[in-house]
Structures are given as structure tokens and as C-alpha cells.
């Protein structure tokens, strides 16, 4: 972003939070290093100083950061989380990104991070729209299915522009159809295989718009499916 030259290709930089095996993540990262999408992880960062995620970013080259969270004593509950959030905040600032991606972020995040990034934060979700918020996404899709209630689910990705759950205004989405006799291990394999490309196919829509950060307009983006 800083010390381009005049004329010069500029490439999508996203930041990704993770909390855990980063395998959407991973499918990012081989996109942007195969040239599928126009963009660059420019930092991973993770809740758990052990996750997977961190290795993969390290084994791409890309900065990997741990920020675990743990309550200040000295603070009050909220008073706590808005200041794990400012930090985490300042952590991403720092590099820049035209987006943030949230691939499998586990916690909630408040104004104290949202604010910083207003337009920009982007969450993978395993349902689709208006479906099974919040943790077990894929689990609760196939009981459900199970009981007779569905015969699909999906994933989605969506913006951020507030703490609401899963309920920003919706990017893209991609349905995927639950078999009859679908096991529970099936779909999450065929889901992470939808959630993989989805994350690219989202990665290169907000390239392709020439948004950079610039706080993009909803009406530019839709679901793919008419959800």
C-alpha cells in the first residue's frame, strides 16, 4: 500500500483471523501464491498460540501473529474484551490489510474492533443465510436435515458491521444439498470443500471490484444461489 509506484498493479492484501487448523485459509493462500485471485495474505493471526493456522502462514511466508485472549484482572468483563480488542485492532492496523477475514474466528468481536474496520471485516459462515447462527453450524444443518426439516444447507460470506452473529449483509452464498442417507462426516468434508472456494470466489469478487478498502458499496455484492 505504502511506497507503490505510480501505474503499479495494486494486489488485494487481506488480513486473516483464525482460531484454529486454518484449512479456508490455506485454500487462500494457495489461490494468491497460484494467481487464481488477485491478493495477498498479508498477516494471519490466531486466538490459540497453538493453532495450525500459524504454521501454515509461517510455512507460506506470511507474518503470524498469537493473541490470546485472558480477562485483565483489573478490569471488568466488557472493560476486558474491549481491550483485547483494541489490541488485537492495533495488531492488524499495522499491516494495512484492504479486508479482514474472519476463517474460523471463534470469538466475538466489538466495536472497539469493528470500528477500526468499517466496510472491511468478512466472515465465512457454514450455513447459509439466516440459518443456524453461531457454533455447530454443519452438525445442527444435518440433524435437522435428519428430523425431516431441510434437505440442504450451505455456507456464506458476509460483512461485518456490527456483533451481531453470523447476520451481516451477505457477499456471496453457495447451497449445498444434504443426501438422504448423508452421514455427518460427509458433509462436513463436501461443506469445507464448498467453504474453501467460496472464500476465494469472495477474495476475488472484492479484487475485482477495485474496492481496496475503500469501504464497498452492499449493493455491489449478492448470493450466488438467490438466498
Avoid at 470466489?201 to 455491489?220: D, F, M, N, V
Wanted: glycine share 10%.
Amino acid at each position: 500500500m505504502s511506497g507503490k509506484a505510480a501505474g503499479a498493479v495494486t494486489k488485494l492484501r487481506v488480513a486473516v483471523l483464525v482460531s484454529g487448523n486454518g484449512g479456508n485459509l490455506q485454500a487462500l493462500l494457495d489461490a494468491a501464491r497460484g494467481g487464481d485471485v488477485s491478493a495477498n495474505v498479508a498477516l494471519v493471526l490466531s486466538s490459540d498460540p497453538g493453532a495450525r493456522a500459524l504454521l501454515r502462514a509461517k510455512d507460506a511466508g506470511v507474518p503470524a501473529l498469537a493473541v490470546p485472549y485472558a480477562r485483565d484482572p483489573a478490569l471488568g468483563r466488557q472493560e476486558s474484551r474491549n481491550a483485547y480488542d483494541a489490541r488485537l485492532a492495533e495488531a492488524v492496523l499495522a499491516y494495512e490489510p484492504d479486508y479482514v477475514f474472519l476463517l474460523g474466528w471463534m470469538r466475538i468481536l466489538g466495536n472497539a474492533f469493528i470500528s477500526k474496520f468499517p466496510g472491511r471485516i468478512v466472515n465465512l459462515h457454514p450455513a447459509l443465510p439466516g440459518t443456524f447462527p453461531g457454533t455447530h453450524a454443519i452438525e445442527r444443518a444435518w440433524e435437522a436435515c435428519r428430523r425431516g426439516e431441510i434437505t440442504e444447507t450451505g455456507a456464506m460470506t458476509h460483512f461485518v458491521p456490527d456483533e451481531g452473529v453470523d447476520s451481516g449483509p451477505v457477499i456471496l452464498s453457495e447451497r449445498v444439498a444434504i443426501g438422504a442417507d448423508e452421514t455427518l462426516e460427509s458433509l462436513e468434508t463436501r461443506m469445507h470443500e464448498t467453504e474453501h472456494a467460496l472464500v476465494v470466489k469472495t477474495a476475488r469478487l472484492l479484487a475485482e471490484t477495485g474496492a481496496h478498502g475503500r469501504g464497498p458499496s452492499r449493493e455491489r455484492y449478492h448470493s450466488s444461489e438467490g438466498v
